[in-house]
């Protein structure tokens, strides 16, 4: 686990229980408190065509949203920050109101061909299209969708890798198709 991510997850409570199961608190691990997104960060990002999103709302409950959009959707603006565009969707607004309560979000970013998976913890600010930078709008712009509702900006709080192992490998179609894997031969 990274530094900047157990600080934030290891609150007093998930140390009492380290303590109770483990005999002790995980010690703090090394590092930079501060989480800055390497070339290995976003590139794994850039190439990614969704992520699972989880917010809390006022009861405490977490709630979990799928996005997705073409590899790349989930912009990287800079070593600490991204953004995505978001629309109206079901009308159900769950992500934007829990934000509004509380900017504080949970990402799961997977690449299951190569059992990779990239933890995120981000605060999000939620800008309306019309009052953000063009600039930011046109970035988080998808080809043929239409014109963006909303920026969701994400500020990295701290990101953590996980282990791969039961990570099944799966494939989606474009992925498929750029293995070029030759067609079963038919059998009479
Ligand atoms: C025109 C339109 C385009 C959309 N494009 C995407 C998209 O590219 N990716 C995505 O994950 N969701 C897309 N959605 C779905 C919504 O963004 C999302 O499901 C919605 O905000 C509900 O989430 P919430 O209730 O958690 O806020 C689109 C919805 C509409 C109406």
Redesign the pocket.
């Known amino acids: 686990m990274s530094r900047h991510f157990a600080d934030i997850t290891c609150t007093p409570g998930v140390r009492a229980t380290q303590q109770r199961y483990l005999g002790a608190p995980l010690p703090t691990p090394a590092g930079n408190p501060e989480a800055i997104l390497g070339d290995r960060e976003r590139a794994f990002i850039a190439a990614r065509d ?2 699972y ?1 989880a ?1 809390v709302g006022e009861g405490g409950w977490p ?1 979990v ?6 590899p790349g ?1 989930l912009r990287v603006i800079d070593e600490r920050t991204l953004a ?15 934000l509004a309560g509380q900017p504080k979000a949970a990402l799961i970013l997977m690449d299951y061909p190569n059992r990779r998976r990239l933890k995120l913890l981000a605060e999000i600010t939620v800008l309306p299209a019309d009052e953000a930078d063009p600039t930011l709008v046109a970035a988080v712009g ?1 080809p043929g ?2 014109p963006t ?1 909303r920026v969701m900006v994400l500020h990295i709080a701290a990101f953590d890798w996980n282990c791969s192992q039961h990570i099944t490998p799966r494939y989606s179609a474009r992925e498929l198709a750029a293995l070029d894997i030759p067609s079963t031969p038919s059998h009479p």
Do not use: K
């Not at 949203?65 to 073409?70: D, Y």
């Not at 995505?84 to 829990?98: E, K």
């Open positions: 969704s992520a999103l917010t709630h949203q799928h996005r997705g959009g073409p959707f995505f565009a978001d629309y109206g969707g079901n009308r159900q607004f769950v992500s934007i109101g829990n998808l969708a239409p509702e």
